[in-house]
């Protein structure tokens, strides 16, 4: 099977290097290593073409973004480009981690070993260096001492199950949803999309083995909170539908191509999710209280109705 690596970079010259020889020096050598550069401001794009021309690597390539994507939109763009290759597994990464050498010759033999499996996470160990920097807060597999965890089924949005700088997706399974994530769900996480969706449809899977090192620091692009209680109310709504109308959208809609006896539970969520924006458009704290009590056993947490509520009274 041949393979791909996408890597997202932004302003990351400073410790873009170790990961690169991680990759680089793979047991399993990636057929293709496909980078986007988001617009960094320093160094990044130069040293990654030095790397690659000093290192005579074949089948790298990294391309600059005419404007700035912000990292969600970048790993969406990176998916496109995996489906313009030939490789049949496309591997995740981010610019600062450093991958175990034997990572993706393991994880290709999983899914070698497994047919069923088309998105395979994986564990890692985590290097904290700064007091700012935020720890996710991994999923608890009941059985994470046998080899492999199935994902669960989960309705609701959620922040996902591992890191996405560690997951071995099957081709055709990104091709099931990259049609339908439209460019203005521009707040919606590739890793959160992808392993929810294989949680629903069964295909996805965790090795319960450490693969890589995550590197966490004051200047990881993920982990921090889109919206707080003191953002303007634009923003409260740009996420309602950027991030959960866009997740629930792509989520139903695939559902519904596989014939997925879940279609109609995840269709309850899209349209609960398109009442929260149309009661949050309105600037009508009536309207919102009147949706948030119709809607109360949709929410997943007490804090969401809250939110709601609190962001009705801004202008």
Not at 224 to 241: D, F, G, N, R
Not at 275 to 288: E, M, V
């Amino acid at each position: 099977m041949k393979t791909a690596v996408l890597m997202a970079t932004y302003n990351g010259e400073k410790f873009i290097e170790k990961q690169l020889d991680s990759i680089k020096n793979q047991v399993l050598a990636p057929d293709y290593v496909i980078i986007r550069d988001d617009g960094s401001t320093d160094g990044t794009v130069e040293f990654v073409k030095d790397y690659i021309s000093t290192n005579d690597l074949v089948g790298w390539n990294i391309i600059k973004n005419q404007r700035n994507l912000g990292w969600r939109l970048n790993f969406r763009q990176l998916l496109i480009d995996s489906q313009n290759t030939d490789a049949d597994v496309i591997f995740l990464s981010d610019q600062d981690d450093v991958w175990n050498l034997g990572k993706n010759k393991r994880q290709l033999e999983i899914l070698a070993e497994h047919q069923e499996i088309e998105v395979l996470s994986a564990d890692t160990e985590f290097n904290v260096s700064a007091s700012e920097a935020t720890v996710p807060t991994n999923y608890i597999f009941k059985d994470n001492d046998q080899e492999l965890s199935k994902f669960p089924i989960e309705h609701f949005y959620k922040a996902g199950f591992r890191q996405g700088m560690t997951l071995a997706i099957k081709k055709e399974f990104i091709s099931r949803f990259l049609k339908y994530w439209k460019e203005d769900y521009n707040l919606l996480p590739h890793d959160a999309l992808i392993e929810c969706l294989a949680g629903l449809l069964e295909v996805g899977y965790n090795l319960n083995e450490c693969v890589a090192v995550h590197n966490r620091h004051e200047s990881n692009a993920s982990g921090k909170a889109v919206v707080t209680l003191k953002s303007p109310k634009k923003l409260h709504i740009q996420e309602l539908y950027a991030k959960y109308q866009g997740y629930y959208d792509v989520i139903y809609k695939v559902l519904q191509d596989n014939n997925s006896p879940l279609e109609q539970e995840e269709k309850v969520y899209y349209e609960f999710t398109k009442r929260r924006i149309r009661s949050a458009q309105s600037g009508s704290f009536f309207k919102t209280i009147g949706q948030v009590l119709k809607d109360w056993k949709k929410y997943e947490h007490f804090s969401s109705r809250i939110r709601d509520i609190l962001f009705s009274f801004k202008k």
